[in-house]
Nanobody, 115 residues
Framework: VQFVESGGGLVQPGGSLRLSCAAS????????MNWYRQAPGKGRELVAR????????NYADSVKGRFTISRDNAKNTVYLHMNSLKPEDTAVYYC?????????WGQGTQVTVSS
């Protein structure tokens, strides 16, 4: 199982970014996918989750209305579209899936929101 995240960077408050996570090594279209984040000095937080078919999604209250999770099962890729970014969104963002009780993680991509 492998995840490769990309798309992070430095953005001004109010800006937008799109994160991508390319997955391999398992049946991607059968698995719920998640995005987590971890800010400096804080625990890892679930940001968004999407069902295997992409028909339903859930969000942390802190990002509802600003972030959108999506997936392309033909490309084995999950995305996180982030709008109206705030300084408190600064964190390392991780792609995640849980299979047979095991959490699998990508290496993370840094998002910094600052003027």
């Amino acid at each position: 199982v492998q995840f490769v995240e990309s798309g992070g960077g430095l953005v001004q408050p109010g800006g937008s970014l799109r994160l991508s996570c390319a997955a391999s090594g398992f049946s991607f279209s059968s698995v719920v996918m998640n995005w987590y984040r971890q800010a400096p000095g804080k625990g890892r937080e679930l940001v968004a989750r999407i069902s295997s078919a992409g028909s339903s999604s859930n969000y942390a209250d802190s990002v509802k209305g600003r972030f959108t999770i999506s997936r392309d099962n033909a490309k084995n890729t999950v995305y996180l579209h982030m709008n109206s970014l705030k300084p408190e969104d600064t964190a390392v963002y991780y792609c995640n899936a849980q299979m047979y009780g095991i959490h699998y993680w990508g290496q993370g991509t840094q998002v910094t929101v600052s003027s």
